[in-house]
Nanobody, 116 residues
Framework: QVQVVESGGGLVQPGGSLRLSCAAS????????MGWYRQAPGKQRELVAV???????NYADSVKGRFTISRDNAKNTPYLQMNSLKPEDTAVYYCYLAPTRGNAYWGQGTQVTVSS
């Protein structure tokens, strides 16, 4: 069993920054891709950023230029640096790890609230 736990969420004012981290424990596996999704109340879960094992990175248009995904190569987990946060960034953020085989692993999510 693999457990994925996000951290770093919280309440921040518009224009502020947060850094999300992801920790994984349990069985070891090869990663194909890792990244972050988010889900706002009443909306579908959407991709925020993804980074593949080859280093390719993709961002949602809404976060380009503000968010930066990176990875801890030793731990095979992603980070998400979020700058210039906006109220519309408010959501539960989920870390996911996609192995080369099998289904992706998801965390329980961390709440990010952007409000003055």
């Amino acid at each position: 069993q693999v457990q994925v736990v996000e951290s770093g969420g919280g309440l921040v004012q518009p224009g502020g920054s947060l850094r999300l981290s992801c920790a994984a424990s349990g069985s070891s596996f090869s990663i194909y891709a890792m990244g972050w999704y988010r889900q706002a109340p009443g909306k579908q879960r959407e991709l925020v950023a993804v980074i593949t094992s080859g280093g390719s990175i993709n961002y949602a248009d809404s976060v380009k230029g503000r968010f930066t995904i990176s990875r801890d190569n030793a731990k095979n987990t992603p980070y998400l640096q979020m700058n210039s946060l906006k109220p519309e960034d408010t959501a539960v953020y989920y870390c996911y790890l996609a192995p080369t085989r099998g289904n992706a692993y998801w965390g329980q999510g961390t709440q990010v609230t952007v409000s003055s």
